[in-house]
């Protein structure tokens, strides 16, 4: 790699081989994140990614984190049992929108020839990038022996890395916690084995299973990380602004940074970090961007399933200081989403001429919501 890059960066010019001694050189290249890098043969125009968040990750959230600035998002992650039995609601998962890509669906699984076979429609279904969660701590997946369990097996990590990387023609990702007890180094001695059984990028949560979301994301794991692999390492946990995101891409040297929880209800700090927005918009604005994420997430799950999906978001947009606390909980209570509607343009008039812009302003593909048939999501 010429010096003053990653792996994952794209070079003009051909690469030299060599790498400087700690891999890159990015402490005096301010503005890295919105240069463009790549995973594979797929093209990934910032160094922002959205981050798989079960619950949440659904086609209008990662829409919207297109549009402020991310350069990759991430569906939740997808249980190849469920696909496998073609249960519909997982399924559902597999459809992919326009204006997404480019996109990684997430798999989970122990089984090596039905994580296969889940790629395999993952990448029928559109996805650009197949990820392979061996990082969730919750103990309903674990006890099955996949998520983070498998840092313990990397035996059977590899296995399913391997069979998935034969299965697919597309790049398959990895995205791992540092392991599963507390101050556990796992993933540095499974990490370099994935990368040989065919993982072409690394995204680490540098915390343990156990530490679930407590404490802090220890980066300088993910510094090790990227001096022992010569594929993409993305770092996520606790990038909430851009000074934090460029200050992790430059310490870790890091091919991008991830945001997650920052990102829930609020978009607004995705377009901080991307650098595209100041961060704080004006309550019309929260209630428009709200209103539409709502319209995109009723036209994708249907409108029963919506309503009891949203109730979260309630309150992830209105929080933060923009709304006074009773709003949020006022709405939740509230029984369709046409009385949430009413009562949003109530408290902020002036949000249907946002709202008006906003959708205006959409992409000519944003619109096109399915891709296979409605029935799919019937079955939530
Ligand atoms: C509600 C929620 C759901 C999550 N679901 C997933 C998931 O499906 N797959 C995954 O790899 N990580 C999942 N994560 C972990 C995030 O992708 C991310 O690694 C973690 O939240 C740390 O980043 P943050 O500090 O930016 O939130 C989830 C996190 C949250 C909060």
Redesign the pocket.
């Known amino acids: 790699m010429p010096p003053g890059t990653v792996a994952g960066d794209i070079v003009a010019a051909p690469s030299n081989g060599k790498r400087s001694a700690r891999g890159y050189d990015s402490l005096h290249m301010p503005g890295r994140l919105n240069t463009p890098w790549s995973i594979g043969s797929v093209e990934i125009p910032t160094r922002l990614v959205l ?7 659904v086609q209008a959230f990662r829409r919207q984190g297109r549009r402020y600035g991310a350069g990759l998002v ?1 569906s ?2 997808v249980s190849c049992a469920g696909l496998s039995h073609r249960n519909e609601r997982t399924l559902g998962y597999l459809r992919i929108g326009a204006e997404e890509h480019p996109l990684a669906v ?1 798999i ?1 699984g122990a089984e090596p020839a039905l994580m296969a076979e889940a790629a395999r429609m993952v990448e029928a279904a559109g996805a650009d990038l197949v ?1 392979i ?1 061996f ?2 701590p919750v103990r309903k997946v674990t006890k099955t022996g996949a998520g983070a369990s498998l840092l313990d097996e990397p035996y059977r990590a590899a296995a399913i890395l391997e069979a998935v990387a034969e299965a697919v023609d597309v790049p398959v990702c990895v ?1 791992m916690r540092r392991g599963v007890e507390n101050g556990s180094r796992t993933a540095l001695n499974v990490g370099p084995q994935l990368v040989e059984a065919g993982a072409a990028s690394l ?1 680490l ?1 540098p ?1 343990s299973a156990q530490q679930m ?1 407590t404490g802090t ?1 220890d980066h300088s794991l993910t510094a090790e990380l990227v001096e022992l692999v010569d594929v993409p390492v993305v770092a ?5 602004s851009r000074g934090r995101a460029e200050s992790v891409l430059a310490e870790t040297g890091c091919a991008a940074v ?7 209800g609020n978009p607004w700090a995705v377009g901080e970090i991307a650098g595209i927005v100041d961060g704080t918009p004006s309550r019309e604005e929260v209630v428009a961007e709200l209103l539409h994420f709502m319209r995109d997430t009723v036209a994708e799950m249907g409108e029963q399933r919506a309503t009891g999906f949203l109730k979260k978001f309630y309150g992830w947009y209105l929080g933060r200081g923009r709304f006074p606390k009773p709003f949020a909980n006022e709405l939740v209570r509230l029984e369709t989403i046409e009385q949430v509607e009413e009562r949003l343009l109530a408290a902020a008039p002036g949000a249907s001429d946002v709202l008006a812009h906003l959708e205006a302003d959409l992409p000519a593909g944003e619109n096109v919501v399915l891709d296979l048939p409605v029935s799919i999501y019937a079955g939530g």
Not at 51 to 57: C, E, R
Not at 236 to 240: R, V
């Open positions: 981050a798989p968040m079960a619950g949440v990750s991430c939740e992650m997430q989970f990820d969660n990082g969730c995205k995204t949560h915390r979301y994301a996520s946990g606790d990038i909430t991830m945001v997650g929880r920052v990102a829930q």
